[in-house]
């Protein structure tokens, strides 16, 4: 395949004649666009009229027309100015259409069409912030705040969003199309609101990027991961918006320890590696440090919190780059504590697994199963318990109980090495079985990555 190669006006170009194309570069682009920025696209896109759904359809006819065009013509210097560009003249033909020269009145600066030459998106401010309290905006379900912002700002899908809060991907998309309806129809301004308004719809937000970075982080392959970014820059954002909030900074912390293990949670084969088995001298030194400055300004505002809690956790696994050794006692009375301040599935599920370690496997999976079985129909759905589970019943040497656990992990782990190392898992307890049929190695669609 022939390498792109840029030209003089900055962009990439396309094929010798007869080559076979930069399909692949340009879609690799393309993706590139979507996923570091669609949020601030969309928000640009919409802040003007509050209509996400004609924001969201002409960016998809922008990106659309990306790939029948690129290829041939080449990818643009900034390939962000011309998505923006041509998503705007999109909406433009929309307003220049006979129903809306029926119901819109003319506005001269809205409707004249867009010039790549005169756009330097640079120098337009981001409204990404803006963008995720209109979806916290108090006429829109408290319920689908945060599921809202993820795929408006940061651009999951209702699929991701639905496995995220163990929803239906159908129920998911019928709840956010609902919302932004309520936007548009509501006329909900753009718009920081007052500072006065500012702590009541913080939480929505802060719940937001913390489900960016959950998204984020159950992503995983053997590339250079850069997550996770979204959850990073907006965490950092949030700080310089509000400084004096302290769960903001634990909210940075967090993501930043977390994301500073990132390149260890898979080695140069592809293959998942658990938090105990890293290397620690792969985590990021530069996101650790900045963290726990995050961390000292947090404390010293005296108001704890959840995500100042769970960014402490993450921080005392992290300590294990200085001593060599993982402090379980530290991390069990902080889960306890976190269990207590926000009581949680995931909270809960830690909490047995940390106890596992301190108190041993049967305790843990005692307390496990007792969550498990107050928490209903829900937990069924939720796969860290569902791996937890296998480990403990395979660290209790119940071979038979741990393979047919792991097959209702594996069953809902979407991420490729982390269902790698399960089916591995699962696949060594079999042997301990035995070449009974029960616990046979699984074979057909289900028997490994999909």
Same mark, same amino acid.
């Given at each position: 395949m022939d390498a792109l190669t840029s030209g003089d006006d900055g962009r990439?170009?396309?094929?010798?004649?007869?080559? %076979?194309?930069?399909?692949? +570069?340009?879609?690799?682009?393309?993706?590139?666009?979507?996923?570091?920025? @669609?949020?601030?696209?969309?928000?640009l896109l919409s802040a003007s009229t509050s209509d996400l759904a004609?924001?969201?359809? /002409?960016? &998809?006819?922008?990106?659309?027309?990306?790939?029948?065009?690129?290829?041939?013509?080449?990818?643009?210097?900034?390939?962000d100015a011309w998505l923006l560009a041509v998503a705007r003249n999109r909406l433009r033909d929309r307003w220049k259409?006979?129903?809306?020269?029926?119901?819109?009145?003319?506005?001269?600066? +809205? =409707?004249?069409?867009?010039?790549?030459?005169?756009?330097?998106?640079?120098?337009?401010?981001?409204r990404r912030l803006e963008l995720m309290l209109v979806c916290a905006h108090p006429a829109i379900e408290r319920a689908v705040h945060t599921p809202l912002m993820l795929n408006t700002v940061l651009g999951f899908t209702a699929d991701q969003i639905g496995r995220a809060f163990s929803v239906p991907t159908s129920t998911m998309a019928t709840r956010l199309v609902r919302a932004k309806r309520r936007i548009k129809a509501a006329g909900i301004p753009f718009r920081l609101p007052d500072r006065g308004e500012l702590p009541a719809r913080m939480a929505a937000v802060l719940e937001a990027v913390y489900g960016a970075y959950v998204i984020d982080w159950a992503t995983t392959g053997p590339?250079?991961?850069?997550?996770?970014?979204?959850?990073?820059?907006?965490?950092?954002?949030?700080?310089?918006?509000?400084?004096?909030?302290?769960?903001?900074?634990?909210?940075?912390?967090?993501v930043q320890l977390s994301a500073a293990r990132a390149r260890a949670r898979i080695?140069?084969?592809?293959?998942?590696?658990?938090?105990?088995? +890293?290397d620690p001298s792969r985590w990021d030194h530069r996101l650790i440090t900045r963290a726990h400055e995050h961390l000292r300004t947090a404390h010293a505002r005296g108001q704890l919190g959840r995500f100042q809690l769970e960014a402490a956790i993450q921080a005392v696994h992290c300590a294990r780059r200085q001593t060599g050794t993982t402090d379980w006692p530290t991390l069990l009375t902080? =889960?306890?504590?976190?269990?207590?301040?926000?009581?949680s599935l995931g909270s809960g599920v830690a909490f047995a697994a940390v106890t596992a370690e301190v108190d041993g496997p049967a305790a843990g999976l /005692?307390?496990?199963?007792?969550?498990?079985?107050? &928490?209903? /129909?829900?937990?069924?759905?939720? +796969?860290? &318990?569902? &791996?937890?589970?296998?480990?403990?019943?395979?660290?209790?040497?119940?071979?038979?109980?741990?393979? %047919?656990? @792991?097959?209702?992990?594996?069953?809902? %782990?979407?991420? %490729?090495?982390?269902?790698? @190392?399960?089916?591995?898992?699962r696949d060594d307890a079999g042997r301990r079985v035995g070449q009974r049929g029960s616990a046979a190695p699984r074979s057909g669609p289900d028997s490994g990555v999909v």
């Open positions: 990439v170009a396309g094929p010798d004649p007869g080559g %076979t194309g930069p399909a692949p +570069q340009v879609a690799q682009v393309a993706g590139l666009a979507a996923r570091d920025s @669609y949020g601030r696209l969309l928000a004609s924001a969201e359809d /002409a960016l &998809a006819d922008a990106f659309e027309r990306a790939l029948r065009t690129w290829p041939d013509h080449g990818v643009p210097g900034n390939p259409s006979a129903e809306s020269r029926r119901t819109l009145p003319l506005d001269i600066e +809205q =409707h004249a069409p867009v010039h790549l030459d005169d756009l330097t998106i640079d120098a337009i401010p981001d590339q250079e991961r850069r997550l996770p970014g979204e959850a990073l820059h907006l965490a950092e954002v949030l700080s310089t918006l509000v400084p004096d909030d302290p769960e903001v900074h634990g909210l940075a912390a967090l080695d140069r084969e592809g293959r998942f590696v658990p938090l105990a088995d +890293q902080l =889960h306890r504590l976190l269990h207590t301040v926000a009581p /005692a307390m496990l199963d007792a969550l498990l079985d107050d &928490a209903g /129909a829900h937990a069924r759905r939720f +796969q860290p &318990a569902r &791996a937890a589970r296998a480990h403990l019943l395979d660290r209790l040497g119940r071979s038979e109980e741990a393979v %047919t656990a @792991y097959d209702s992990a594996i069953d809902l %782990t979407h991420d %490729t090495a982390e269902r790698q @190392y399960l089916q591995h898992r």
